[in-house]
């Protein structure tokens, strides 16, 4: 009696469970597909991003010549007398992400290099956050910081101007350096340890091993991080909307104020030009540009270190 | 580059050898002393920002009403409550968005994803995506959330704008944490007869949060110090309500650049006292998350 009883008992959770198991079928797709719309997600932004901004660009162009846009060299689309020559906001993103480079090159592979090869791992553990909380701090303190403090510091012995491109640069600079320095600290740890000993067993001195061993060897890594800090310094804003000023111009004077083209592009969205005005359509033209070198410096970047990556695995 | 090597070293012996090994070891040791002041230099000139805000800021931010009222035309009076309520408002929202959808990627691209093309194309989409500049997320924004959607210059736009700026970089991280989880314990779970969900959820997950936690602060805390993407979405200058989801809205980054770009001196201060304000949310975040990875990584 309690025997059958068990069995019947025992039939019946056993289709149950095998129930279940058909509906976790169901639910288990449905949980892949819905991931799968997440993943997605990240797809549809660049199609947005491609989309809109080439849609609005499309309709610049229909007005504006690509001759004006890429042979002139006065940008004065706010004035009566319009020009649309690109020129002078690359000029001055050039020349700030140049100044920038100066700095967070140097200052990325000296942190890089001191972390990886002479920093106890104790120091290392310190020293290394809070190095990249340098490119945590909000970009609009850097801009702060440039205009209020560099700016005035630089002037009791340089002849600069309130807004010029060498604060805004300096500052952009000591903000990229973590993003130069980690990559390449990656880069420069995966070096294996035996070609270092090697080079320590014919009796190199240890500075001679990292320059001519260590940095050869994680040069692909070093050369990725160079482009895509170039690439972060040419899509900075804040910094040198604040620091640099607003004065289109081709020069190569970097105590001067200069625009670049973020600098502009964040100009002309805080204005008051109707939408679908020429004036308001510069914004996306700008973008377009702007979009077109970051994704093409990004993608010079991956593809450098992609290509040596696996080189010692 | 094993060849570039021996190649340099069979150049060199081409005069009488000396070793010279003192000369080159006081080399060393100088070129060491500049790689630690190229590392120092960063963080003198963190330290000295941080003196310069605190000295220009902290007399302003101490005076009557500065957290609690709404700004003043005047350098010296009123305060900056909407912008604070903005950008948590904005910090809130963008982990609410970012954060499940951004996992979810992860564990897409990690657990489910089969090795085809289009697989690819998201992850290289995704890595690209990470490098796009914060002023073409606004460009993305104010065409999809103000025009297309219709929600105008409003902090729903604004987040969900920092929302996609930040994906990137949870998606990336998240997806290191998830692939650092040993396949042992994936394998454990299944022998028990688990679906690959129920693996996902229960070992998976908790064993990567830790990591994933990292990925979240530092993506978030970039998405509350973002300035560019807010000016193009339209973010204003001036506010003298609490903002609401359906609002105009502001942030404290904007304020902070709309006090600089005053001419009037006593807005450097207003300035630098709503730096120190952005800077302590910043490092309150990250407080908690840092709390929140040793608890989750020690109940590991």
């Given amino acids: 009696m309690q025997n059958a009883n068990f069995s019947n008992e025992f039939n019946r959770e056993y289709r149950r469970s095998l129930e279940k198991a058909a509906s976790d079928d169901i639910q288990e797709k449905i949980i892949e597909t819905l991931l799968f719309c997440c993943a997605l997600i990240s797809v549809l932004t660049t199609f947005g991003i491609v989309f809109i901004i080439f849609r609005v660009t499309f309709d610049f162009f229909q007005e504006v010549s690509f001759a004006q846009f890429f042979l002139d060299t006065k940008w004065t689309p706010l004035f009566a007398e319009k020009h649309f020559g690109i020129w002078p906001l690359i000029n001055g993103t050039l020349m700030t992400t140049v100044i920038a480079m100066l700095v967070a090159i140097p200052l990325g592979l000296c942190s890089a290099i001191y972390l990886a090869e002479y920093a106890s791992p104790k120091v290392a553990a310190i020293l290394r956050p809070a190095v990249e909380l340098l490119g945590g701090v909000p970009t609009v303190v850097y801009g702060y910081f440039a205009l209020l403090f560099v700016t005035p510091v630089l002037r009791s012995f340089l002849p600069l101007e309130i807004f010029n491109a060498l604060s805004a640069g300096l500052m952009m600079g000591i903000m990229i350096s973590p993003t130069v320095g980690s990559i390449s600290l990656d880069a420069i740890q ?20 990292i320059f001519k061993v260590v940095l050869p060897a994680a040069l692909s890594g070093i050369a990725a991080s160079i482009i895509l800090g170039i690439s972060r310094a040419v899509g900075e804003t804040m910094t040198v909307l604040i620091a640099a000023g607003q004065e289109p111009r081709i020069s ?6 200069v625009e670049t083209m973020t600098a502009y592009m964040a100009q002309i969205s805080g204005g008051d030009s109707p939408r679908g005005s020429v004036n308001y359509n510069t914004l996306y033209a700008v973008g377009a540009v702007l ?11 991956h593809w450098i270190s992609n290509r040596y990556k696996e080189k010692y695995d | 580059m094993s060849s570039s090597i ?34 120092s230099i960063g963080l003198v000139v963190l330290a000295v920002l941080v003196f310069d805000v605190f000295k220009d800021g902290l007399g302003r931010l101490l005076s009557p009403g500065f957290l609690t009222e709404t700004p003043s035309r005047f350098p010296d009076r009123g305060g900056i409550r909407p912008a ?11 982990m609410l968005i970012s954060v499940p959808i951004g996992v979810g990627a992860a564990l897409y691209l990690e657990e489910y994803a089969p090795k085809a093309w289009w697989t690819d194309i998201i992850e290289i989409n995704v890595s690209n995506l990470a490098g796009v ?5 606004g460009l993305l924004g104010l065409g999809v959330f103000n025009y297309l959607l219709n929600f105008g210059p409003a902090l729903l736009s604004g987040a969900l704008t920092l929302s996609l700026l930040s994906l990137p970089v949870i998606i990336v991280t998240a997806r290191e944490a998830i692939r650092a989880v040993p396949d042992s314990l994936r394998q454990a779970s299944y022998g028990l007869g688990t679906t690959k969900w129920q693996t996902v959820w229960n070992h998976v997950l ?12 530092i993506s978030v805390s970039r ?33 902070i650049y709309t006090y600089i770009t005053r001419p009037e001196p006593g807005f450097a201060n207003a300035a630098a006292a709503s730096i120190i304000v952005l800077l302590l949310l910043i490092l309150v975040l990250n407080g908690t998350a840092i709390y929140l990875r040793q608890r989750f990584s020690t109940f590991k």
Avoid at chain 2, 207 to 217: E, F, M, S
Avoid at chain 2, 236 to 245: E, R
């Fill in chain 1, 190 to 209: 995966s070096v294996p340890r035996s070609l270092r000993e090697g080079a320590y067993a014919i009796g190199v001195t240890k500075l001679e091993t």
């Fill in chain 1, 252 to 257: 190569l004077n970097p105590f001067q104020s």
């Fill in chain 2, 223 to 255: 998405a509350i110090g973002d300035a560019a993407s807010l000016i193009v979405v339209g973010a204003v200058s001036f506010l003298t309500f609490n903002p609401g989801l359906f609002q105009r809205f502001m942030a404290l980054p904007i304020q």
């Fill in chain 1, 291 to 301: 979009f077109l070198i970051t994704l093409g410096l990004n993608i010079v970047s």
């Fill in chain 2, 133 to 137: 500049p914060s002023i073409v997320y």
């Fill in chain 2, 6 to 39: 021996s190649r340099n070293k069979s150049q060199e012996p081409q005069g009488e050898f000396s070793a010279n090994v003192e000369q080159r070891e006081t080399t060393g040791k100088i070129f060491e002393l500049i790689f630690l002041l190229g590392l």
């Fill in chain 2, 84 to 94: 604070i309520f903005g950008s948590m408002l904005l910090g809130g929202l963008v």
């Fill in chain 2, 206 to 217: 908790p064993y990567a949060i830790p990591g994933i936690l990292t990925g979240v602060i």
